[in-house]
RNA sequence: GCGGGUGUGGCGGAAUGGUAGACGCCGGGGACUUAAAAUCCCCUGAGUUCUUACUCGUGUGGGUUCGAGUCCCACCACCCGCACCA
């Protein structure tokens, strides 16, 4: 043969086009097969592809072409979700359009994604930010509108001040923009809001069906929805008012020793209009952080007020404090202190000498049992607490919720951690919030038949802000209703829910609506579905939710989008840093022995610690040099090698030197089958067998490192065995079970070989059942359970058999040394232990 | 603080309670070559050693078992998520 040389340059490129050409992972919605959707999550066109992509549309691409040779009919679409903050700033910063520069990144990245031969249909590309597509998820909004999933208000809301818009709850990490990292302020704006406490119960409920999630996600999303039952019920305060408040423990009512209200709390407020000492306590409230660290260290601090409350068995006057620990936005925003049992209310109580009052014991004879230095907030049974006494905490929840409700002075409730969602974003790049104010008629909706409201093309980004406030003309338009002049609503719709339902606009697109509910049906729900973990709560929340919501209306049948998920490592690498600690990156290094140089300046250069790929530490590598260097297969090997797929990925210089060595070790054993070869070679074909079985297992798991090993341990034993008829079957077996992760490898040489059909249309190999089994096996000889001696036998020996052949072993009769035996356990097929 | 996860050679990592370290990377030795690249072969957990073996070894300490990386109890370290949630 004269070309010993996989040249990845030139086939590479050639496959690619032969499979656009054939239109090979077109996918066809009325196939009889079995369909399977392989999905990951889209990516937002910043501009280049990096080696996180790679990683996470490598895993897929496996699952997509492994499903084909299975026989599925595969949809495994790629689009971009392409609204967002950085094409503003892009505009802002460059004087681009931010659709230009989007436009620009998606051509960019699309080129970066075909050059890595992904099985993708390209048919049913699109982006968030095009007209038809927005425009469908107006329609959208607008149909949860008329559900009343929708609704405006004035609300308190996070102010992202450098990206100058709202943020939700998700969107805060730390008192901190999740984009900007600036401290979030606090303001008050009228807001459109997605009723998705509505769902709370059944989001949550739905985790549980969710058998193909890590536990890790249910758990988030779980505790973010965070359920708790208790008791709401409310106190007549001095003044003759009813203060509401919310209790988990109602158990533990007798041990209230006084009520606390939240410094923003009405009552507060009230009592801070004729009390300027509240008003000043109310500000030092205000001014505390909000940090985890702060929150952490501050002082429960309170003020007592004039008022009191009336506890509701006992009659006994309470005092009731304004204080900073608690909190507004949750439950009443007010609570009944139990020093005794809360460890907030323990130490609140310590320093304001209030009573601390045991109500809950190990045993009854404990009752008077003195505190210690903290609250005891765990199971008991109460004392101390009048017709509660003798009961365990679970059944005096009961009686307590039982008799405010037969006393109608409170009820049993459920609160939910999770709020609304905050969808008004005042900013450009958006989906436009399809709504008109008209002075007469109100807050009015845009007729379905004039969809899509589009995002005006000539906007001015030399202030900051939002240019659509500013843009007279786009914003002057005519009340549907009255016809009279009327204003545009200028926020646009958080990204994320460009994201809620992009799965469905993949499955089917029509022109004149969202999706076709029955081209939906035929491939939903998603049955991988391959992200970062970051998504954890943010966009698979959203997403779940907006299913559940169109499910709701009737737009959908299934309520669960995602069968399965898969949550990704990251791509690491080590990182190189200047004796300044300035960072270099990798092409600024030499390898110098053990050492690394800095080859411009030849000063000694420090490796430090292996942490995600990112442009502040200079360790990134881009995908596209690496392809240019070592071609598409090399990559995807290595993104599926070594490391399991949901823990983090190294990259190095030397493990993809490896994978290419090891594709250029595959080229030439394709090149090695030799059709004069005749006879069997029944080891190494059972091997193959096994490989088979075992691979397909491995890649179904996404345990693709596994699968990995198998194909080296393969490959090397196909190496060494001599020719015959069945090393040929071996190769071209090897050549099938690659063809999934080296796809541009596995069709040249199966061309090469002679085919004349593609083999990303091959079927996966047939195992033959009973080459699966061994007739020889090794067991191991232990003496008092160390290994002593291995012996071959054959299958399905008997127990006296080995016992036998283990007792003759030289090595374990001098381990033995003439004690006497007492016991063998004899494993079939695998040990014999022998016990002295 | 609460919840979850992970600890195995120089590194990434394998291992239904049954031969720990598969497979890959790094490293060492050798072959081929004028030389290099490429390729191929051998070695590669630690220690002792009369090179034949033996002892130790999966974060630490206990336990269950004929047998534990794997199961149980206690602890340590690191990572992730949440957090004055009443």
């Known amino acids: 043969m004269t070309d010993t040389r996989f040249d990845p340059s030139q086939a590479d490129g050639r496959w690619q086009r032969a499979w656009e050409e054939a239109g090979t992972f ?32 490598t895993m897929g691409d496996v699952l997509a072409r492994y499903k084909k040779m299975r026989g599925a009919e595969v949809l495994h679409p790629m689009g971009w979700d392409a609204f967002g903050m950085p094409a503003e700033n892009a505009a802002m910063e460059k004087g681009v359009h931010p659709g230009k520069w989007t436009h620009a990144n998606i051509d960019a990245m699309k080129a970066q994604l075909k050059r890595i031969g992904f099985a993708l249909d390209w048919t049913r590309e699109f982006a968030t930010c095009d007209p038809e597509y927005y425009g469908h998820e107006q ?83 779980e505790n973010w929805i965070g359920k708790s039952q208790g008791l709401e019920f409310s106190f007549e305060l001095s003044d003759g008012e009813t203060l509401p408040v919310y209790t988990t423990r109602p158990d533990t009512i007798f041990g209230a020793s006084f009520v606390a209200v939240a410094a923003d709390h009405p009552v507060a407020q009230a009592v801070a209009k004729d009390d300027p000492l509240a008003a000043t306590f109310i500000e030092e409230c205000k001014k505390g952080g909000t940090t985890a660290a702060e929150l952490e260290t501050m002082e429960k601090l309170g003020f007592r007020t004039q008022l009191s409350a009336r506890h509701p068995f006992t009659g006994d006057a309470m005092p009731l404090f304004i ?49 210690g230095e903290e609250a ?44 609304d969602w905050g969808i008004s974003r005042q900013r450009y790049w ?55 002049a009327a ?36 491939w939903m729900p998603v049955e991988h579905y391959i992200g970062g973990i970051e998504h954890a709560i943010l966009h698979l929340l959203y997403a779940r939710f907006w299913t559940r919501a169109l499910a709701k209306i009737g737009k959908l049948e299934v309520k669960e989008p995602f069968a399965s998920l898969f949550t990704q490592g990251m791509v690491t690498h080590e990182t190189y840093a200047l004796g300044d600690g300035s960072w270099l990156s990798p092409d600024e290094v030499r390898k110098d022995g053990e050492d690394y140089v800095h080859i411009e300046s030849g000063q000694p250069v420090t490796s430090g610690r292996v942490v995600k790929m990112s442009k502040s530490k200079k360790n990134v590598v881009d995908p596209d040099n690496i392809i240019a260097d070592y071609g598409a297969d090399a990559v ?79 490959t090397g034993a196909a190496e060494k065995a001599p020719p015959s008829a069945d090393r040929n079957f071996v190769i071209r077996t090897i050549l099938h079970l690659i063809a999934p992760m080296m796809p541009h490898l596995a069709e040249e040489a199966h061309a090469k070989l002679g085919a004349d059909a593609l083999i990303a249309d091959a079927a996966w190999p047939k195992h033959d059942p009973a080459m699966l089994v061994e007739d020889e096996v090794t067991i191991a000889i232990q003496h008092k359970g160390k290994l002593r ?44 232990n022998i016990v002295t």
């Not at 002075?439 to 909706?445: K, L, M, R, Y």
């Not at 200028?490 to 509910?517: C, G, I, K, V």
Request: aromatic content about 10%; charged content about 30%; hydrophobic content about 40%.
């Open 487 to 522: 204003q545009r609503e200028t926020d646009t719709l958080d990204t994320f829910t460009n994201s809620s339902w992009y799965f469905l606009r993949f499955a089917s697109q029509p022109d004149d609506a969202p999706f076709d509910p029955v081209e939906v049906a035929k």
């Open 636 to 714: 995807r090997w290595f993104m599926l090698s070594d490391s399991p797929p949901e823990r983090d990925l190294p990259w190095s210089e030397s493990g993809i030197e490896g994978c290419w060595r090891f594709v250029q070790r595959l080229w030439r054993l394709f090149d090695q089958i030799d059709d004069s070869a005749s006879g069997e070679d029944k080891a190494l074909a059972r091997k193959a067998h096994q490989a088979i079985v075992a691979v397909a297992e491995d890649i179904e798991a996404l345990s693709f490192n596994k699968a990995v090993a198998r194909i080296y341990e393969l």
């Open 139 to 221: 329609a959208l909004f607008l149909d949860m509108y008329e559900a009343g999933m929708v609704y405006r208000r004035s609300s308190e809301v996070n102010w992202d001040p450098v990206d100058m818009t709202v943020l939700a709850n998700e969107q805060v990490i730390d008192g901190k923009g999740w984009r900007s990292g600036a401290e979030v302020e606090k303001r008050k704006l009228d807001q459109w809001f997605l009723k998705i406490t509505d769902f709370a119960g059944d989001l949550l409920d739905g985790l549980e069906t969710l058998d193909g999630w890590p536990d890790k996600v249910r758990l988030m999303q």
């Open 376 to 419: 005891e907030s765990g199971d008991g049974v109460i004392v101390n607490s009048d017709f509660l006494d003798g009961m365990s905490v679970e059944e005096a929840k009961a009686e307590v919720i039982a008799r405010a409700e037969g006393g109608g002075w409170g009820k049993g409730t459920t609160v939910w951690r999770l709020r």
């Open 323 to 371: 204080a900073n620990f608690v909190l507004m936005d949750y439950g009443t925003g007010a609570v009944m202190g139990v020093p005794g049992h809360d460890q907030r209310d323990f130490e609140f109580a310590t320093k304001y000498e209030l009573l601390i009052r045991r109500v809950v014991a190990s045993d009854a004879s404990e009752a008077d049992a003195p505190m």
């Open 430 to 484: 958006g989906t436009p919030i399809p709504f008109i104010h008209c002075e007469t008629c109100g807050i009015v909706p845009v007729p379905k038949d004039q969809l899509p409201v589009k995002l005006p093309e000539d906007v001015d980004f030399s202030i900051p802000g939002n240019p659509l406030e500013r843009h007279a003309e786009w914003k002057a338009t005519t009340c549907p209703k009255c016809g009279g």
């Open 26 to 57: 077109t996918a066809n919605s009325d196939s009889d097969k079995p369909k399977s959707y392989i999905l990951e999550m889209f990516p937002y066109p910043s501009g280049r592809i990096h080696m996180g992509h790679v990683r996470n549309y």
């Open 789 to 832: 001696d291995t012996l071959t036998a054959p299958k399905g020996a008997s127990k006296d058999d080995l016992e036998a052949l283990a007792l003759a072993s030289e090595k374990v009769q001098r381990s033995i040394d003439g004690a006497a035996v007492r016991k063998v356990i004899v494993v079939p097929d695998r040990l014999v």
